[in-house]
């Protein structure tokens, strides 16, 4: 079984609370025996899969299976041509480059509900989002990387994983994937 959370802002990629006044997964009435498959920071929004099937982990995860994760990032001020190449070439973190991404201005920029708590609004900075797509999942690495090219993140919302999206699940919300969705993820299993 493989299910499709929306997580909203302020929820933990755990079932247990960490002392923190972020939420856990357990208050979302999830079946039991299912855990997440990867994660997303209690700052980020989105596609969260979870499975009571172990193999989905390897499968989705590594950077091996070459399994894309797509994210739609609002960021400060507009990045030029040269910042969207570098993030496509790879920026270093933590000394070692990442690997090479897809990243490009959305035109036009999508419209999502607004978050609970507002996103910052700064009158003489315009933000933009853009869409990063990535094979790996280094920690807080989407966030690393727009401040690295000199545009900080200021949201983050996980859109696809594979040819699955998360489409029109409303926040805090979650369903099991039909076979046909379970197939988008990755192809068909071995």
């Known amino acids: 079984m493989i299910l499709a959370f929306h997580k909203p802002y302020g929820v933990l990629s755990q079932f247990t609370p960490d ?10 009435g999830f079946p039991k025996g299912v855990y997440p498959i990867g994660r997303l920071d209690a700052d980020s929004e989105g ?13 989705l995860l590594s950077p091996a299976s070459h ?10 001020r507009l990045p030029e041509e040269s910042a969207l190449r570098q993030l496509c070439e790879g920026v270093v973190l933590d000394g070692k480059p990442t690997m090479p991404a897809g990243a490009r201005l959305l035109d036009p920029q999508p419209e999502f509900p607004p978050r609970d708590p507002p996103v910052r609004f700064r009158k ?10 990535l094979r790996e999942g280094r920690n807080r690495q989407v966030r690393r990387m727009t401040a690295a090219v000199g545009h900080p993140t200021l949201r983050l919302i996980r859109t696809a994983i594979g040819g699955f999206l998360l489409g029109g699940l ?21």
Not at 19 to 28: D, H, I, K, V
């Open 67 to 76: 399994v894309e994760k797509t994210y739609h990032v609002l960021v400060e």
């Open 47 to 59: 596609l969260l899969l979870l499975s009571d099937e172990a193999r989905w982990n390897a499968r």
């Open 170 to 190: 409303a926040c805090g919300s979650w369903r099991e994937l039909t076979p046909g969705e379970v197939e988008m993820l990755t192809g068909s299993m071995p």
């Open 19 to 28: 002392g923190s006044a972020n939420r856990p997964l357990a208050e979302f």
């Open 124 to 133: 003489n900075v315009q933000d933009f989002w853009i869409e990063l797509r």
